[in-house]
């Protein structure tokens, strides 16, 4: 994925971007990095991590100190689900000793959302659920993030 998004910003209107540019010689780095490192993993492979004595406390203690630093969950069940390409690689480590989910407290979402945004919420919200079903795992709703439009609409108008 990192070459086709490195190719996306070498092609077309980027190729006079300056920060364009910027974004290829950091891909081609990290590419060259990443490359050279799962090479020499394939030639002397890491071992096997001893197994865990309580594999439960083990995860709560790994989710534990997630939400410390305010990530929230991130092995919660419901959310790796959502991975559609990684959920069935992990699915078989699921088997219901897992932590419950424990959610962030995230206060970037708005409930007064102008009826534009609202029906684009609606919209998403409707095709993602489709697409959950049609993979055999349950929906989760995305939600308005005021500082994320406010993020995406000041690089709009840099852009223009």
């Given at each position: 994925?990192?070459?086709?998004?490195?190719?996306?910003?070498?092609?077309?209107d980027w190729v006079l971007n300056p920060m364009a540019r910027d974004?290829?010689?950091?891909?081609?780095?990290?590419?060259?990095?990443?490359?050279?490192?799962?090479?020499?993993?394939?030639?002397?492979?890491?071992?096997?991590?001893?197994?865990?004595?309580?594999?439960?406390?083990?995860?709560?203690?790994?989710?534990?100190?997630?939400?410390?630093?305010?990530?929230?969950?991130?092995?919660?069940?419901?959310?790796?689900?959502?991975?559609?390409?990684?959920?069935?690689?992990?699915?078989?480590?699921?088997?219901?000793?897992?932590?419950?989910?424990?959610?962030?407290?995230?206060?970037?979402?708005?409930?007064?959302?102008?009826?534009?945004?609202?029906?684009?919420?609606?919209?998403?919200?409707i095709r993602r659920t489709s697409f959950y079903e049609l993979h055999?795992?349950?929906?989760?709703?995305?939600?308005w993030s005021a500082d994320l439009a406010s993020s995406a609409q000041?690089?709009?108008?840099?852009?223009?």
């Amino acid at each position: 994925r990192l070459t086709v998004t490195k190719h996306r910003y070498t092609t077309g209107d980027w190729v006079l971007n300056p920060m364009a540019r910027d974004l290829v010689v950091n891909f081609h780095a990290y590419i060259k990095d990443v490359a050279s490192e799962l090479a020499s993993m394939y030639v002397d492979p890491p071992p096997t991590r001893a197994p865990v004595a309580d594999m439960y406390e083990y995860r709560k203690s790994q989710v534990e100190w997630y939400n410390s630093i305010g990530k929230g969950n991130k092995y919660a069940k419901d959310i790796v689900q959502q991975m559609a390409a990684y959920w069935p690689t992990v699915e078989d480590l699921y088997n219901g000793t897992e932590p419950d989910a424990i959610y962030c407290n995230d206060n970037s979402t708005s409930p007064d959302l102008t009826l534009s945004e609202q029906e684009w919420v609606d919209g998403h919200n409707i095709r993602r659920t489709s697409f959950y079903e049609l993979h055999g795992m349950g929906p989760s709703d995305l939600e308005w993030s005021a500082d994320l439009a406010s993020s995406a609409q000041n690089y709009a108008q840099q852009l223009l």
